[in-house]
């Protein structure tokens, strides 16, 4: 089973702060994506970054993918109260009878004070 | 509209009294899958589909099976269900395509073994 490890696992901040999320492996992945979910639903996308060293930017949050693909993460600068909530990274296993299959990490859940 | 459905959203049972979750899916998708989600450990899968009547196990599928006898649906089955099994449940369906795929996920089924 390849293993992706997330941290922190929990992150209470200020409203205005800035906050980084690391998601690391041993392994190397195809992609890796990172989902935010809100309690009582589902996750949701946020995005997919494919090559490495690719940067990737959604309003306030930049995403990067390692060099090696075996790491990622997220930035978010100045965090607002809505961007609470919990937020995931997957790694897609690359080719073979596992293709399209998602390893998770543990999460990290987010709380931005106002 | 485009959406993962499952049912029951919760669920309260004993321990020994089988009981299935469906999963259906209107966007065509080749891809489904089964997780479940447990504080600190985020999300592992359970049983994956390629396609009809193609499954495969995912990380943790002792007490759980499934099938895929349509495109659109995937049931996941607890033949006899353990305390063990509490927890919440995601259906997520996908495109099979390269450079990993989205997944769409499912409101979730919150289930208590008793």
């Known amino acids: 089973t390849q293993l992706l490890e997330q941290s922190p696992q929990f992150l209470s901040i200020q409203e205005g702060e800035n906050l980084t999320v690391y998601c690391n492996s041993s392994?190397?992945?195809?992609?890796l994506q990172w989902y935010r979910q809100e309690p009582g639903e589902g996750p949701v996308l946020l995005v997919t970054v494919v090559t490495g060293g690719e940067v990737k930017k959604l309003k306030r949050l930049t995403f990067q993918f390692g060099d090696a693909r075996k790491d990622s993460s997220l930035h978010i600068t100045a965090a607002q109260p809505g961007d609470t909530g919990l937020y995931l990274c997957a790694g897609a296993i690359p080719g073979g009878t596992s293709y399209g299959k998602l390893t998770f990490g543990q999460g990290t859940i987010l709380t931005v004070h106002p | 509209e485009a959406q993962v459905t499952q049912n029951p959203r919760y669920l309260i049972t004993v321990t020994g009294k089988k009981l299935t979750v469906t999963c259906s899916q209107n966007m065509n998708h080749e891809y489904m899958s089964w997780y479940r989600q447990d504080p600190g450990l985020g999300l592992r899968q359970i049983y994956y589909?390629?396609?009809?009547?193609?499954?495969d196990k995912g990380d943790v599928p002792e007490g759980y099976k499934v099938s895929r006898k349509e495109k659109r649906n995937f049931p996941l089955i607890l033949e006899s269900p353990s305390p063990n099994q509490t927890s919440l449940y995601f259906c997520?369906?996908?495109?099979?395509?390269?450079?990993?795929?989205?997944?769409?996920f499912g409101p979730g089924t919150r289930l208590t073994v008793l």
């Open positions: 997520a369906s996908s495109w099979t395509s390269g450079g990993g795929n989205e997944q769409f």
């Open positions: 589909s390629m396609n009809v009547e193609v499954t």
């Open positions: 392994s190397v992945f195809s992609s």
